[in-house]
Every structure is written in C-alpha cells, then in structure tokens.
C-alpha cells in the first residue's frame, strides 16, 4: 500500500502553523505497514488543489488531503476534488442531518458548507464518529484541525493495515563518512532492506544512528548479522 499526503492551507505556507498532520500520518502509516510516498503543501486555491489531488489519486493507492473543509470563504477542497473528477459539488443528506442535530435548528449557508460533498462520494465510520468521514474514490478527506483529524484516523485505520515493517536500530560511536562503505555494501547485498543513515550532535554516547528495515523478518536478520559481522570491533554502542 502506498499513500499520497496533501497538506492545504495558506496558513502552512505562510509560517502562521505548524504542519503537524504529516508526520502524523506518516508515523502512523508506518506503524501499519503502509508507505507514505509523497507529502505536498499547497495553498487553499481550487486549480492548484485539482491538479494535485488527481495527480496523487493516479500514482498512489490512496490520498490523504488535510485541511479546508470548513465554513469559511478558504475552504476549497471540496470544489477542488469535484473540479479535478468533474463532478458535481452536492449536499450529502446524512452530513445535512448532523449538522441540524448539531446546532439545532436552521442551518445558514456557511453550516451547510460543511456538508458539501462531490457527487459520489461515500461517508465511513458514521457509527463511530460524531461526524463521519468524506471518502472519494482513493481520496480521504480529513479536517486540518489535528484533534479532529487524529480522532478520523484512529477511527479508520483498520482499512490502511498491511504487512508490518520489521526495524532494527543500531547506535555507533563513529563519524557517517566512516560508515558508508559498510551500508552501500550492505544495500547491495541486500537489496530488500532500506537502510537510513542519521548523524546526530553533541550525544555524549553515540554520533550517528542507523536504521535497517524490511517487511521481512528473517531476511531483516540476516542482513543486519551479516552487517554487524563486517563492522571493526568498537564502532556499534548499541543495537534495538
């Protein structure tokens, strides 16, 4: 499974907030076997919002979009999505029903924003959530605040699980440029393994921590034994 993340918002590209949805998702993804592949931050402007979202549908099994699904003039995603699959824009019954419930009554133009909809679209974990989450074809929009957001994934997570990543983590007390030829050979001999390289300052125990992963247990093993193996004596401090 492979994942596309837009992230839409002037408010990101700005500086006023901080993106924290992404590494979110990518750190949840991850912990469910799932590949995020991409992440794009965009503003809240429809062309841009269309060209991106049908761009990541084609290319990624599925699309997470954060952000501009509220009431307000800048909440464009909805159009955005319709005008990329040129669909129409329409009030989901369901999400007009919950949101009478919600503020009781009469609902203005601006609250009736907040069920729109493209035409086709389908809504999950209705049992689950006080208001459901908007799904279109491989594209699942969430809501930018992260509260709100957290609660919809945690409420859906279950359809993303795929074969869980196996990882080992080992901590050395020696310079990267020193390592490298260690972990290109090692990246060539095992080539089912992706390696990740992180050198860290100022650590009083440890200069760089190397991260070996593989959906693969015994092939992760093998590979990290036979890389232990063709280390010199004193470098590794640690392994997890």
């Known amino acids: 499974m492979t994942v596309g993340i837009v992230i839409i918002g002037n408010e990101i590209l700005s500086g006023k907030t901080d993106d924290t949805n992404s590494s979110y998702f990518c750190q949840k993804l991850r912990e469910l076997g799932v590949e995020a592949r991409e992440i794009a931050v ?55 029903r919950i949101l009478k419930t919600w503020y009781g009554g009469n609902l203005n133009g601006a609250q009736l924003k907040m069920a729109e909809v493209p035409d086709g679209s389908r809504l999950m974990a209705q049992d689950k959530l006080h208001f459901p989450l908007v799904v279109f074809r491989n594209l699942y929009v969430f809501p930018g605040i992260p509260e709100i957001l957290r609660e919809k994934f945690e409420a859906v997570k279950e359809t ?27 990246v060539i001999e095992f080539p089912r393994v992706m390696v990740g390289s992180y050198p860290v300052l100022h650590h009083p125990e440890y200069k760089v921590k190397v991260t070996v992963e593989s959906k693969e247990k015994e092939y992760l093993d093998k590979a990290v034994h036979r890389f232990l193996k063709s280390l010199p004596e004193g470098f590794v401090v640690r392994v997890e």
């Not at 809240?44 to 269309?50: F, H, L, N």
């Not at 159009?79 to 329409?90: C, D, L, P, S, T």
């Not at 993303?160 to 080992?170: A, C, N, S």
């Open 160 to 186: 993303f699980q795929d074969t869980p990543f196996f990882l080992k983590i080992i901590y050395f007390q020696t310079q990267e440029g020193t390592l490298a030829e260690y972990m290109n050979q090692l």
């Open 42 to 96: 965009i503003p809240d402007e429809v062309p841009i919002i269309a060209e991106k979202v049908l761009d990541f549908s084609e290319r990624y099994d599925f699309v997470f979009t954060s952000g501009g699904v509220g009431p307000t003039h800048d909440d464009v995603t909805i159009e955005g999505i319709a005008e990329a699959f040129h669909v129409k824009v329409i009030r989901h019954p369901d999400l007009v």
